[in-house]
């Protein structure tokens, strides 16, 4: 099996930062996509930030300029710099993990999401 453990949120300020962490560790042939989704009260869940295949990058538009995401391949870990927060930014962060592993001889590729970590940014 595989866990993607999150660092714990943080209660900031308008306009402060905050920087958050996620592990992949158990079971991993490859991690393919890995990154961010929030989910606020009352709202679905959306991207924030990603690493698609090939290392490319996606981010919301509400977060460009003011968020990035980063990884260390070697650890299994992204990162998720926040810069700048504003209320709206409120929510509980998830990350993500497209992650290939073996099972029974064959490769197949799940999805697996953090626990969430609440992120809130008082005006």
């Known amino acids: 099996q595989v866990q993607l453990v999150e660092s714990v949120g943080d209660l900031v300020h308008t306009g402060g930062s905050l920087k958050l962490s996620c592990a992949a560790s158990g079971s991993i042939f490859r991690i393919f996509a890995m990154g961010w989704y929030r989910q606020a009260p009352g709202n679905q869940r959306e991207l924030v930030a990603v690493?698609?295949?090939?290392?490319?990058?996606n981010y919301a538009d509400s977060v460009k300029g003011r968020f990035t995401i980063s990884r260390d391949s070697a650890k299994n870990t992204a990162y998720l710099q926040m810069n700048s927060l504003k209320p709206e930014d409120t929510a509980v962060y998830y990350c993500?993990?497209?992650?290939?592993?073996?099972?029974?001889?064959?490769?197949?590729?799940?999805?697996?999401w953090g626990q969430g970590t609440q992120v809130t940014v008082s005006s």
């Open positions: 993500s993990a497209d992650i290939q592993q073996q099972r029974m001889g064959a490769l197949a590729t799940f999805r697996y």
């Open positions: 690493f698609t295949s090939g290392d490319s990058t």
